[in-house]
């Protein structure tokens, strides 16, 4: 690369909005911008999809906009790359034109399969104990519902991929995808980085044939080019490479300068996660997958809660209609405002404490979200920092469990997402974590992870690590407070680690009460 001042153009694509964003080789966010998706597809409380032509739409917006909105800067432009929501699926026939909308990842539609799985399978599983999650894996599966509800949809349907892999069709003309942005209910074998053979033990759950399944690279591979369609409804030069990334987690877990498993990546997003990255395969939890890591060679291990921080945006929603009126008349923000009262609430809440399983894992699934420790002295905003602080109590729990299976001691937190920009929210999980939280120099870290991997792709850096180095900067740090540590883990370990155990059996009742109601 000859240009000091040469530029990645990369897109996120989320499940509420589009950027598009430039970065140059030191990490810059040149400029930025930014589409409102519509809002997704609900037929009913269970169901969450989206026309993909319109996420293209929302592409070739952002895109045009930018180019005007940097002028001469647009022909700096040597790459392009796009990262995406996970454990979302398309639909194509042969020509690559979708078959049926997206199934996007808040979807909870379940389905019951009249084909059971293989006899000797349904045993392997209940000897390891893990029965119940593939049950659950098979009936949440959208290939599943698709496959039993609209045989005529399936019989029509060519290729199944994640949102990346459309994108860089649309991009190149080429159907291929990073395999650091396969995160799905897919027949995908994390260990071996390829799809799985039919033979293979999860197989059967997915029901669904390989061959309906795209081409696989390893992530800083070039994909294609620009096409000359795509340039006309982009404005994106025609010929440029199209770089391989990841889904938006990963790409984030670089973005944040985690390339070590004594750093954890914590995203305080809408879906909250705390993951690291190994050279070796190591599963989070027993039978539960390490992702590929942009990073070659190298995996992500995760935890992750389903409702992390959207669980803020539901508060606010639900029951801060005093502070949506007050944030208006000061001209900020509800969350700012909400976050400027945060304080005003002791440590631990005055004892009310909450699990914040709004959304089952897949090893909990029959878990409800529980609030104890109720009171006449609890007002609405105990309820807000009990919120904060069990969503901390949660990924720390996370945090634990990555350290003992990792074998290794996480030392520091890098953190993302939404919540990463309140000061207090920061605070609040370093001292919960008793470990040092750091902010880099972008909100997007996403974006910022996907041209670490494009720039070190097409030559700038000798090595990831290299890149890393050059582009991601620490720009805020939080320390914990010894004190409050000590006093949250007695929270953690004398009340939030017992509460699932405990309150398991009527956790189970209810599962089975509103099974009967979904099938």
């Known amino acids: 690369m000859k240009k000091s001042d040469s530029l990645i153009l990369v897109f996120d694509v989320g499940t509420q909005s589009t950027r598009a ?15 409102d ?91 390891v104990g893990m029965g119940e999650t593939a049950k659950v894996s098979r009936k949440t599966c959208y290939i599943n519902w698709v496959r039993v509800n609209q045989p005529d949809v399936w019989a029509r349907t060519s290729k199944i991929v994640m949102p990346t892999a459309w994108y860089n069709f649309k991009f190149t003309g080429v159907l291929a995808d990073s395999k650091a942005g396969q995160a799905a209910k897919f027949p995908y074998d994390y260990r071996k980085r390829d799809w799985m053979s039919k033979h293979a033990l999860n197989f059967p759950v997915f029901g669904c044939p390989t061959d309906k399944m795209c081409k696989l690279v390893e992530p800083g591979e070039i994909i294609g080019k620009i096409t000359k369609k795509c340039s006309s409804e982009t404005g994106i030069k025609e010929g440029l490479p199209l770089i391989a990334t990841g889904a938006d987690k990963a790409c984030e877990t670089v973005g944040n300068g985690c390339l070590s498993k004594e750093v954890a990546s914590v995203s305080l997003g809408t879906a909250a996660s705390v993951e690291i990255t ?44 005093n502070e949506k009126i007050e944030a208006e008349e000061k001209g900020i923000s ?6 400027e009262k945060l304080a005003s609430i002791p440590l631990g809440s005055n004892g009310l404490v909450i699990q914040p399983y709004w959304g089952p894992g897949l090893k909990t699934p029959q878990a409800k979200g529980i609030m104890i420790g109720f009171s006449d002295i609890h007002t609405r905003l105990h309820v807000y920092r009990a919120i904060i602080e069990g969503l901390g109590y949660a990924l720390f729990d996370g945090l634990e469990n990555l350290q003992r299976r990792s074998r290794n001691k996480i030392t520091r937190i890098a953190v993302a997402g939404g919540g990463s920009q309140s000061d207090i929210i920061c605070r609040i999980t370093a001292d919960i974590m008793g470990r040092e939280v750091y902010r880099v120099q972008t909100y997007e870290t996403s974006g910022l992870g996907c041209a670490v991997v494009a ?31 000590s006093k949250y883990m007695q929270y953690y370990n004398r009340v ?7 309150n398991l059996p009527i956790y189970n009742e209810l599962y089975k009460m509103m099974e009967k109601d979904r099938l």
């Open 21 to 35: 964003l430039l970065f140059d080789s030191d990490g810059n966010l040149i400029e930025k911008t930014k589409h």
């Open 455 to 485: 720039f070190n792709a097409l030559g700038k850096y000798g090595s990831i690590e290299e890149a890393v180095s050059k582009m991601v900067r620490i720009k805020d740090v939080f320390k914990p407070d010894a004190d409050n540590h």
């Open 37 to 127: 998706e519509p809002p997704y597809i609900s037929q009913n409380d269970n169901r969450a999809e989206k026309d993909p032509e319109e996420s293209w739409q929302g592409i070739c917006t952002v895109s045009k906009d930018l180019k005007k909105l940097v002028g001469s800067r647009w022909d700096d432009i040597v790459g392009v790359c796009v990262t995406s929501i996970r454990n979302s699926l398309f639909f194509l026939d042969k020509d690559g034109k979708p078959t049926r909308n997206a199934i996007l990842w808040m979807d909870k539609r379940e389905v019951k399969c009249p084909d059971p799985m293989p006899l000797f399978n349904r045993f392997l599983y209940a000897v």
């Open 278 to 321: 190994t050279d070796k395969y190591v599963e989070p939890e027993t039978f539960m997958p390490a992702y590929t890591a942009v990073a070659n060679g190298k995996f992500n291990p995760e935890i992750q809660i389903f409702r992390g921080f959207w669980m803020v945006s539901w508060f606010r929603d639900q029951f801060a209609l």
């Open 496 to 502: 939030y680690k017992k509460i699932y155990e405990r």
């Open 334 to 339: 509800p969350e700012k405002l909400l976050d």
